[in-house]
C-alpha cells in the first residue's frame, strides 16, 4: 500500500522516511524534511517572526546547514583586501549591495529586512523582491559582515557580492520568458480570433452544428497555453498581494481573464451560452505589450551606468621597479602606477603622470566628444582612452571609485517611491475595490433583469474598467524621464526629484565651480610677517593638500611634500592643521584674525601662531555655458541668486556680469542653510547648486538640489540630482523635463479615470461586448505608455 507523500512544510520538498524534524508552527506540528529547514524555521520563530509563513505566496528553497567550509568562506568577506571591491566607508558606517539567492516571494524580503534590523550594529537594510537584491548599510566595528551573512544563511538565504555577468545572464533569462510569453500569448490570439470569425456568423451561417463545435474546442485548446503560461504572472501577483491585504491590478485582470476561459470552456463542452477565447486571448496579449514597454523604459533608465559596469576590465598593466605585469583590478592599490593603452579602460580613478590624450566618459557623463587630458588631470575608472598612452597613478580603487558612487546612488534612487506613485498606487486600490464592487452588483442586477446576459455584462465591466492604465500612468512617465536624463548626464539619485523639480520656482547656485570652472588661479601673494612669499606659498601648499575645494588646486605647483597632522576643514571657512609642530591655518579673514578688505577676487590669508603670515588672492574663471544656461533658467521663469561662501567683491562682480541682483558672499555653511530655510518660510521653492564639496548640509536643506559631478565625494553631497558632465544648461533642461514629466502624469491620470468613468456605465448598460472591452482597455494603456515615452524626445527637439 503506498503512504500518502508529505511534503516540508518550509521548502516543499518529500519528506524521507523515518525523518522526525517537525516543528511547532501556528499551534500545528508542521513536517521538515532535514535539519537545514528544520533548523531555520526555529529561527524564523525564535526571531518571533512566526507571520512569514502567512504571508509567504511560494516555498522556499531547501535550506542547506551551515557547515565549517562555508563559515570559513564568508569569514573571507570580513577582509578589507576583499571588501574593497564591493564595500564603501563613509565615517563609522560601511556599504554594499549584495545579491540574494533564495528569495521566493515579498514575505521572503519582509523577513529579511525585519531580521537583520534587529542586528546591533545595523543601520538600515532594504530588500528588492524582484531584482534579488539587498541594500546594507552596517557599523564594522560592532557587526562583521561574516556574521550578517551567516544570519541570512540561518533563514534560508544565501548572500554575495553583486556579479555584473550573473546579473546579465539573469537579466536575459528574464526577458526571454517574458517575450517567450508574449508570443504564446500573440500565437494565441490570432488562432483563437481566426476561429472566432467563423463563429461569430453565427444560426445564419452555413457552418454545420458539429464544425462549429469542433471549432470552439480548437479555440479552448489554443487559448490553454495563453491562459495557464503567458498570464500566469497576473495570477501569482495578484494572490501574493491579496494575502497581504491589498487590491492590485492584477487582481481583475486575474478574475477577468480565469472566469472568461471557465465559462466559455463550459459553453464550448455543454454547446451553450458565449466563449470569449479570443476576447480571453488579445485581453493577456495587449496587457502584455503594455508591460513590455513599461519594462524597456524601466531599463533604459539604467542603462547608460549598466553598460559602463560591464565595460569594467578586470585586469590592468601595473608599472613598478620590475617593469610592466598585468594584475588583477582587486589587487591594485591606492599610489600604484598603471599603464592605460590607446583603446583601453581606465581600471582605478587617478592621476595622469605621463602622457597626452584624449578619453572617452561618455558613458559616464553623457559628454559626447572624448576629453582632452594631460599630465596632472584626473582620470575615471571605466573611461576609455582613446588616443596616445598614459601613465597613471591610482587614487581610488573598487568600491572607492566615482563609477561605483554612481552605481550606489543609482541603487538609491530606485529604492525611493516618489510621492506621487505612492499616491497612484493607492488610488489604484481603490478604483480596483470600486471596480470589483460594481461587477459584483451589475452581475446581481442584470441576474434579476436578464439572467443570460449577467454574466456577459459583468465581465465586459470586470475588463474595461481595469485600471491598468491607471497603474501605469505614472511609472512609465517617471522611468522614461529618468532615462532622458541619463543619457544627457543627469543621474536621478532620490525617486521624489523629479517631483520636486517640477514645482522649483527658485535657483540659489554657489559660485565656486558652479557658475565658474573651479579652477582657481593665484594671481598675487603678498608677505605680511617675517617669512618670505615662496615660504608661506609652501606652507599654504602643505595645508590645502589635504583638501579637494577647487581652492586648493591653485597651491598644488608649489607643493614640497611636507606633512601635515590634525588637519582640520571649517566648511565654507577655512583650513588648519600643524606642520613640523607648528598650527598654521588658512582660509578667509574672519577664520584667521584678519580684517578684511576690498578685492576683486578670492583673497584668503595664512595665519601661524606668531600672527599673520601672508595674503594671497585667487580668481576663476567663468564657465563658457554659464550665460546661456542662465538664461534658459529665466525663460523658465525661475528666480536667480547667487550664494557663495567667498567673501570680498568677487561675487558681487559676478552678479553684476550675468544680471543677477540677488547676490549674497562670504556666508558659511549655517549662513547658506538660514537663507535657504528663509526662502522656504516666505513660500519659495529652492533648487540649490553646489560643487558637492562643502556644500552638503544646504544641498540637503534645499527643496531638491544638484549636485556638479566633479565634487569631492557623490554619496557626501547627498543630493538629489548629480550633473555629471558639469554642463549647467542640463539643469533647465532638468527643470523642463521635470514639468514636461508631471504634465504627462496629469495627462495619463485624467485619461485612465475619465475612460473609466465613461467606459463602465456603457458596460453596465450592456452596450459593450466582450471583445471591445478587451481592446478598449488594452488600448487605454498602450496609449499612457506611448504617451509617456514622449519624454525620450525631451531636449533633443531642435
Known amino acids: 500500500m503506498n503512504q500518502r507523500l508529505v511534503e516540508c512544510y518550509h521548502c516543499g520538498l518529500p519528506v524521507p522516511a523515518g525523518g522526525d524534524y517537525a516543528v511547532d508552527i501556528d499551534g500545528e506540528r508542521r513536517p521538515m524534511c532535514c535539519p537545514g529547514c528544520q533548523a531555520v524555521a526555529e529561527t524564523i520563530l525564535a526571531q518571533g517572526l512566526g507571520q512569514f509563513y502567512r504571508l509567504r505566496s511560494a516555498r522556499n528553497e531547501k535550506a542547506a546547514p551551515l557547515v565549517p567550509e562555508a563559515l570559513q568562506e564568508m569569514r573571507l568577506f570580513d577582509r578589507a583586501d ?9 565615517g563609522d558606517c560601511a556599504e554594499t549591495s549584495l545579491a540574494v539567492e533564495g528569495i521566493t516571494c515579498a514575505a521572503c524580503a519582509w523577513l529579511i529586512e525585519r531580521r537583520l534590523a534587529r542586528m546591533p550594529g545595523v543601520a538600515s537594510v532594504g530588500v528588492n523582491a524582484t531584482a534579488h537584491r539587498l541594500h546594507l548599510r552596517w557599523r564594522p566595528e560592532t557587526l562583521a559582515l561574516s556574521t550578517i551573512l551567516s544570519e541570512l544563511a540561518s533563514l534560508g538565504y544565501r548572500a554575495h557580492p553583486l556579479e555584473s555577468e550573473a546579473q546579465e ?21 490570432m488562432q483563437a480570433m481566426m476561429y472566432a470569425a467563423n463563429l461569430y456568423a453565427g444560426p445564419g451561417s452555413d457552418i454545420a452544428p458539429a464544425h462549429e463545435h469542433y471549432l470552439q474546442l480548437v479555440s479552448l485548446i489554443v487559448s490553454l497555453p495563453v491562459v495557464l503560461f503567458s498570464a500566469w504572472p497576473f495570477y501569482r501577483d495578484a494572490w501574493r498581494n491579496l494575502r497581504r491585504g491589498h487590491l492590485v491590478m492584477d487582481l481583475p485582470v486575474s478574475l477577468a481573464v480565469l472566469l472568461a476561459f471557465a465559462a466559455s470552456a463550459w459553453s464550448a463542452w455543454s454547446h451553450t451560452g458565449e466563449i470569449y477565447f479570443d476576447s480571453v486571448t488579445m485581453f493577456v496579449f495587449f496587457l502584455l505589450i503594455g508591460r513590455y514597454l513599461e519594462r524597456r523604459a524601466r531599463q533604459r533608465a539604467v542603462s547608460v551606468l549598466a553598460s559602463q559596469r560591464k565595460l569594467m576590465p578586470r585586469q590592468a598593466l601595473r608599472v613598478d621597479g ?22 583601453e ?75 506621487i506613485a505612492e499616491l497612484a498606487d493607492r488610488i489604484a ?106 615660504e608661506c606659498l609652501k606652507l ?76 594671497f588672492e585667487l580668481d576663476d574663471r567663468l564657465r563658457e555655458e554659464s550665460r546661456a544656461s542662465l538664461e534658459a533658467l529665466r525663460a523658465l521663469g525661475l528666480r536667480l541668486e547667487i550664494l557663495s561662501g567667498d567673501p570680498g567683491g568677487a561675487p558681487h562682480a559676478l552678479g553684476r556680469a550675468l544680471g543677477i541682483a540677488e547676490v549674497r558672499a562670504g556666508a558659511s555653511a549655517q549662513d547658506k542653510l538660514e537663507h535657504i530655510r528663509r526662502l522656504q518660510a516666505g513660500g519659495a521653492t529652492v533648487l540649490m547648486v553646489g560643487d558637492g564639496v562643502n556644500d552638503a548640509p544646504v544641498l540637503a536643506g534645499a527643496d531638491v538640489s544638484v549636485a556638479m559631478g566633479a565634487g569631492a565625494d557623490l554619496a557626501k553631497a547627498g543630493a538629489d540630482v548629480v550633473l555629471l558632465n558639469n554642463h549647467l544648461g542640463r539643469i533647465a533642461e532638468a527643470v523642463a523635463t521635470a514639468r514636461k514629466t508631471k504634465a504627462i502624469i496629469r495627462e495619463n491620470l485624467a485619461w485612465a479615470l475619465v475612460y473609466n468613468i465613461l467606459a463602465l456605465p456603457a458596460a453596465l448598460a450592456g452596450w459593450v461586448p466582450a471583445w471591445l472591452a478587451a481592446g478598449g482597455m488594452s488600448a487605454s494603456s498602450l496609449l499612457v505608455v506611448l504617451n509617456a515615452l514622449r519624454l525620450n524626445r525631451v531636449g533633443t527637439e531642435k
Open 82 to 90: 576583499v571588501q574593497r571591491e564591493f564595500v564603501h566607508r563613509q
Open 169 to 189: 545572464r539573469e537579466a536575459k533569462r528574464e526577458e526571454r520568458f517574458f517575450l517567450a510569453r508574449l508570443g504564446v500569448a500573440g500565437l494565441g490570439m
Open 322 to 343: 620590475a617593469g610592466e605585469s598585468l594584475v588583477l583590478c582587486r589587487d591594485l592599490r591606492a599610489g600604484d602606477t598603471i599603464r592605460v593603452r590607446p583603446g
Open 345 to 419: 579602460t581606465v581600471a582605478a580613478d587617478g592621476r595622469i603622470l605621463e602622457g597626452v590624450s584624449s578619453v572617452d566618459e561618455a558613458l559616464l557623463t553623457g559628454e559626447p566628444l572624448p576629453l582632452a587630458k594631460q599630465p596632472g588631470d584626473p582620470v575615471i575608472a571605466g573611461s576609455i582612452n582613446t588616443e596616445g598612452s598614459l601613465l597613471v597613478e591610482v587614487r581610488e580603487v573598487g568600491a572607492a571609485t566615482r563609477l561605483a558612487a554612481l552605481m550606489r546612488l543609482q541603487d538609491q534612487a530606485l529604492a525611493h517611491k516618489p510621492r
Open 429 to 534: 486600490g481603490w478604483v480596483v475595490l470600486a471596480l470589483l464592487l460594481s461587477a459584483g452588483l451589475a452581475y446581481g442586477l442584470w441576474h434579476f433583469l436578464a439572467p443570460d446576459r449577467a454574466f456577459a455584462i459583468m465581465l465586459s465591466a470586470l475588463v474595461v474598467t481595469c485600471p491598468c492604465a491607471l497603474s501605469l500612468a505614472t511609472p512609465a512617465a517617471i522611468t522614461a524621464a529618468t532615462a532622458s536624463l541619463a543619457r544627457r548626464g543627469l543621474l536621478i539619485a532620490r525617486g521624489q526629484a523629479l517631483e520636486s523639480l517640477a514645482r522649483v520656482d527658485c535657483v540659489v547656485m554657489d559660485k565656486t565651480g558652479t557658475l565658474t570652472e573651479g579652477r582657481l588661479e593665484l594671481v598675487h601673494g603678498e608677505s605680511l610677517g617675517c617669512l618670505p612669499v615662496a
Open 540 to 615: 599654504a601648499a602643505a595645508l590645502e593638500s589635504g583638501s579637494s575645494h577647487p581652492i586648493a588646486r591653485a597651491f598644488s605647483p608649489y607643493r614640497d611634500g611636507r606633512a601635515v597632522s590634525g588637519l582640520h576643514a571649517e566648511p565654507g571657512a577655512g583650513l588648519a592643521g600643524v606642520i613640523a609642530g607648528k598650527a598654521y591655518r588658512i582660509g578667509h579673514a574672519g577664520f584667521v584674525g584678519a580684517e578684511s578688505g576690498n578685492s576683486h577676487g578670492s583673497t584668503l590669508y595664512l595665519a601661524g601662531q606668531e600672527g599673520l603670515l601672508a595674503r
